[in-house]
């Protein structure tokens, strides 16, 4: 059994962006009724770049 959460979704997008992929993939958008999931994703994959 697995499920998605804010912690792990922000490490999909960390994993995402570091690697310069296109996109991301999490299961399923009905067991997000608030949309707080799709919230993690929209800034993890929009936020600024870190500063070195």
């Not at 912690?7 to 296109?22: E, P, Y």
Request: hydrophobic share 35%.
């Amino acid at each position: 059994m697995s499920y998605e959460d804010a912690q792990s979704l922000k490490a999909k997008t960390a994993f995402v962006r570091s690697n310069g992929l296109g996109g991301i993939m999490y299961w399923e958008q009905d067991e997000d009724p608030n949309g707080e999931l799709l919230d993690v994703l929209w800034n993890g994959l929009h936020e600024a770049p870190a500063k070195p």
